[in-house]
Antibody
Framework: EVQLVESGGGLVKPGGSLRLSCAASGFTFSDAWMSWVRQTPGKGLEWVGRIKSQSDGGTTDFAAPVKGRFSISRDDSKNTLYLQVNSLRTEDTAVYYC?????????????????WGQGTLVTVSS | DIQMTQSPSTLSASVGDRVTITCRASQSISSWLAWYQQKPGKAPKVLIYKASSLESGVPSRFSGSGSGTEFTLTISSLQPDDFTTYYCQDYSGYSRTFGQGTKVEIK
């Protein structure tokens, strides 16, 4: 059974930083492209960014609102995905989800985000 | 960047109704369109991908159509469990842009 478990959320002051983690199990994590998606309380979904598998280069892409402030990394030996969030703003307050993503080789047959974690809440407030 | 616009934002309907939600892309995304259902306090669940492919385990009352810039999600006969929020998502390029969501509520 695929499981994704996020952790690391909490209350942080504007300008602060956090590192979110996503522990994965039940699939070959090292082969997977992974995305982070956030949801502001009571609002819609916003894609944050994605990391490719190491075999596909391990590169990252980000949405414009977070580019330069957020980074994504992975530790395939620990089956864990990370989201480093820096220079936090009040508008970054959201539930942050990790999700599996389809790759350039699988998107023609697989959905883009089949599995999701339960989310971790980040609150940015003074 | 591609923008995704859903309509309506809210839809009022009754059990048994046929409902349609529309999603428009700001430029052609071919068939790289997914639909998700999200219930309060839960992560989204994929219903449809590649515009019209039904995800395994999703009831057949859900269907998707369209290509290019205009897409629809149809629920052929609304069930009590279907009153919740739906999102479209573009995955044509490096990003994964979502629409703003459509809430299906009980009339």
């Amino acid at each position: 059974e695929v499981q994704l478990v996020e952790s690391g959320g909490g209350l942080v002051k504007p300008g602060g930083s956090l590192r979110l983690s996503c522990a994965a199990s039940g699939f070959t994590f090292s082969d997977a492209w992974m995305s982070w998606v956030r949801q502001t309380p009571g609002k819609g979904l916003e894609w944050v960014g994605r990391i490719k598998s190491q075999s596909d280069g391990g590169t990252t892409d980000f949405a414009a609102p977070v580019k330069g402030r957020f980074s994504i990394s992975r530790d395939d030996s620990k089956n864990t995905l990370y989201l480093q969030v820096n220079s936090l703003r009040t508008e970054d307050t959201a539930v942050y989800y990790c999700a599996t993503d389809c790759s350039s080789g699988s998107c023609h047959v697989d959905p883009p985000m089949s599995y999701w974690g339960q989310g971790t809440l980040v609150t940015v407030s003074s | 960047d591609i923008q995704m616009t859903q309509s309506p934002s809210t839809l009022s309907a009754s059990v048994g109704d046929r409902v349609t939600i529309t999603c428009r892309a700001s430029q052609s995304i071919s068939s790289w369109l997914a639909w998700y259902q999200q219930k309060p306090g839960k992560a989204p669940k994929v219903l449809i991908y590649k515009a019209s492919s039904l995800e395994s385990g999703v009831p057949s009352r859900f269907s998707g159509s369209g290509s290019g810039t205009e897409f629809t999600l149809t629920i052929s006969s609304l069930q009590p469990d279907d009153f919740t929020t739906y999102y479209c998502q573009d995955y044509s390029g490096y990003s994964r842009t979502f629409g703003q969501g459509t809430k299906v509520e009980i009339k």
